[in-house]
C-alpha cells in the first residue's frame, strides 16, 4: 500500500513532477512531461485551475485550496469540496448526459479532480459582457436544470438511495455557510465584507438595508434554503458557471452542491441572465445594446419554458419515487390529479424561484462576491446607474414574488425599469 501524501498545492513549476505518472492524465495528454506546457487560468472565487497540454491533447486540472482564494488564507475553507464537486458531477452526467466535462481522474487526499478541457468554450458571463449571443444557452440549461433536478429529488429517485445522497451531501456545511451568509444576510446589514459603488449607491444601500419587507422575505428565502432538502443543487449556477460555444453549453463547478430547494439554481441563472440585461448599458462603447437586451430577455423567457416542459415530461414519464406516486392517481385513471400536483408544485418553484434571483441580484452588487458584468464597467457613474436598476429590480421580484403570475410581467418591468433615466 503506498502511504497517502499529506495536501500540497500545485503550481505551474511542480505539476509536470507531481502529476507526470498519472496515468489519466498521461493517457489524455501524452506521458512526455518535458514537451508539457502548463498554465494557471482559475480566476473563480476558491480554486486554482490548470489547463495541460502535451502533445496528445489537453486536460484541466482543478484543485480546492485550504482558504478562500478571493480573501485569502484568513479565511479557511476545507478540501471536502472537491469531493462533493466530484460526486456531484458524477450524479450530473447521469442525470443529464453529456451537459459537464467528463471526469479522467479524482484524487481525494490532494482534493484535485483532473477533467476535460473544454476548447474552444469560454465561460458565458464573458460572451454575455462582449455581446454575443449564444443560440443554445436557453434549451440547454433548461433541460440540465430539469433534469438533475427532477431525477434528483424523490419524485424520482429510490428514497432509500436519495436519503443516503442527502446524507452525503449534507457535510458541504462549509459552502452552504458561505451562501447562508453571502446571498441572504450580508447584503441587508453592515457585512465586513461588503462592498458597493461609493458614493453613488450609498443611499439605496441604506435605504435596502431599512427596508423591513424585503429582510423578511430574504430570512423566508434562507429559511426555505436550509430547511427544504428537495433535490441535489448544482448550488452555484450563474453565467461563471457555464462554458459555452454557439453549438455547446457544459455546466461546470458544482462544488456548492447540497440537497436544496429546486428553485434555487434556476433563480440564480435567471438573476444572472437579468444582470447581465441590465449591466449591458455599460458596455456600448463600440454600439448599442438594444439587440442584446431583447436576446437576454428572451433567453430568460425560453429557459423559464424549457424547463417548465422538461420537468413536466419528466413528472409523466419519470415519477417512479416514493412522491406522488403513480398508484394514487394515473393507476386510478385520475390523471388530472397528478396534472393538479404537478401545477401547484411549478407554482411554488415559480414564486421561490423570483425570490431567489431578488436576492442573487442584490448580494452581487452589495455583498463580497462581485459580478464581472458590472465590474468591468469602468465609468463609476454608469456601473451606479446600472446597478441601481438592478437592485430596483430585484427588491420588486423579492418582495412580490406570490403577486407576480408570468415572465412577461417580469421582462416588462425589467424593460421599464431598464429605460427610467432617474435612479
Ligand atoms: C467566498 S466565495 C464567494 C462566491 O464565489 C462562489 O462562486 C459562490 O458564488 C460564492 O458565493
Ligand atoms: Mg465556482
Not at 322 to 341: H, T, W
Request: overall charge negative.
Amino acid at each position: 500500500m503506498t502511504a497517502k501524501l499529506p495536501f500540497e498545492a500545485l503550481s505551474v513549476e511542480t505539476l509536470a513532477a507531481r502529476l507526470g505518472a498519472n496515468e489519466a492524465l498521461c493517457s489524455h495528454i501524452g506521458k512526455d512531461t518535458s514537451r508539457w506546457n502548463v498554465r494557471e487560468v482559475g480566476d473563480g472565487n476558491l480554486n486554482l485551475v490548470f489547463i495541460v497540454e502535451g502533445v496528445a491533447g489537453a486536460a484541466v486540472v482543478k484543485q480546492a485550496l485550504p482558504y478562500v482564494r478571493l480573501v485569502g488564507d484568513s479565511w479557511p475553507l476545507p478540501l471536502k469540496r472537491s469531493f462533493f464537486e466530484y460526486h456531484a458531477l458524477t450524479r450530473q452526467q447521469a442525470r443529464a448526459p453529456g451537459s459537464v466535462p467528463a471526469i479522467h481522474h479524482f484524487d481525494e487526499g490532494q482534493a484535485l479532480i483532473i477533467m476535460e478541457y473544454l476548447s474552444p468554450h469560454i465561460i458565458l458571463r464573458r460572451a454575455l459582457i462582449e455581446g454575443r449571443q449564444l443560440p443554445k444557452i436557453a434549451r440547454d440549461i433548461g433541460l440540465f436544470m430539469a433534469r438533475t433536478l427532477f431525477r434528483g429529488s424523490d419524485l424520482h429517485m429510490a428514497t432509500k438511495d436519495r436519503k443516503a445522497d442527502l446524507a452525503l451531501f449534507a457535510d458541504n456545511v462549509e459552502l452552504c455557510d458561505i451562501t447562508e451568509n453571502l446571498v441572504f444576510s450580508d447584503p441587508y446589514f453592515d457585512a465586513k465584507m461588503n462592498r458597493h459603488t461609493s458614493p453613488q449607491l450609498d443611499r439605496i444601500v441604506a435605504e435596502l438595508r431599512a427596508d423591513r419587507d424585503l429582510k423578511v422575505e430574504a430570512q423566508r428565502l434562507k429559511h426555505i434554503f436550509a430547511a427544504n432538502a428537495e433535490t441535489l443543487l448544482h448550488g452555484d449556477l450563474h453565467s461563471g458557471s457555464i462554458m459555452v460555444t454557439d453549438t455547446e453549453t457544459r455546466m461546470i463547478d458544482p462544488e456548492f452542491a447540497f440537497y436544496g430547494p429546486i428553485a434555487f439554481d434556476v433563480g440564480m441563472l435567471l438573476a444572472n441572465f437579468w444582470m447581465a440585461f441590465f449591466s449591458q448599458r455599460g458596455h456600448e462603447q463600440n454600439g448599442k445594446r438594444d439587440t442584446m437586451r431583447a436576446y437576454l430577455l428572451d433567453v430568460t423567457v425560453e429557459t423559464w419554458s424549457v424547463f417548465r416542459t422538461e420537468f413536466s415530461h419528466l413528472w409523466r414519464t419519470e415519477r417512479t419515487g416514493m412522491l406522488y406516486q403513480k398508484s394514487l392517481f394515473e393507476d386510478q385513471g385520475d390523471r388530472l390529479g397528478a396534472e393538479q400536483a404537478l401545477d401547484h408544485m411549478l407554482h411554488q418553484v415559480w414564486t421561490d424561484m423570483l425570490g431567489f434571483a431578488g436576492v442573487e441580484v442584490h448580494r452581487r452588487i452589495l455583498g463580497l462576491a462581485h459580478n464581472a458584468d458590472f465590474e468591468t464597467i469602468a465609468d463609476e457613474d454608469l456601473r451606479a446607474t446600472c446597478e441601481a436598476k438592478a437592485l430596483k429590480f430585484g427588491r420588486h421580484i423579492a418582495v412580490n414574488r406570490r403577486q407576480i403570475h408570468s415572465i412577461d410581467e417580469v421582462n416588462k418591468l425589467a424593460a421599464l425599469i431598464e429605460r427610467e433615466n432617474r435612479i
